[in-house]
């Protein structure tokens, strides 16, 4: 019952910007923590950023910060990955991810989200 759709993904320069959206299906989007994941061939999957159901709490892996941000808008069942400074090392298929959640929560684990999309490829050239 509980669908995801990410979008956005591209072949990017490095130092170039991309911004990927992620699709929601579900009737009460603004109970659910999100998060974005990514996984290079070779890599185990690793947390890229999440938030909280109303949006207030982030985190981010440390790779990313101050070059990716996520946020939401509940409105219209959405998250985003704004993704700036692009290096190589960022290339991988990025996938988003839900989980219902209390307020004001944020996971990093892959084992706490339920329900994923289908992933969207992220390509940074040199």
């Known amino acids: 019952q509980v669908q995801l759709v990410e979008s956005g993904g591209g072949l990017v320069q490095a130092g170039g910007s991309l911004r990927l959206s992620c699709a929601a299906s579900?009737?009460?989007?603004?109970?659910?923590?999100m998060g974005w994941f990514r996984q290079a061939p070779g890599k185990e999957r690793e947390v890229v950023a999440a938030i909280s159901r109303g949006g207030s709490k982030t985190n981010y892996a440390d790779s990313v910060k101050g070059r990716f941000t996520i946020s939401r808008v509940n409105a219209k069942n959405t998250v985003f990955l704004q993704m700036n400074s692009l290096k190589p090392e960022d290339t991988a298929v990025y996938s988003c991810a839900a989980v219902g959640a209390s307020a004001y929560i944020v996971y990093s684990s892959s084992r706490r989200y339920d329900y994923w999309g289908q992933g969207t490829q992220v390509t940074v050239s040199s």
């Open positions: 579900i009737r009460t989007f603004s109970n659910y923590a």
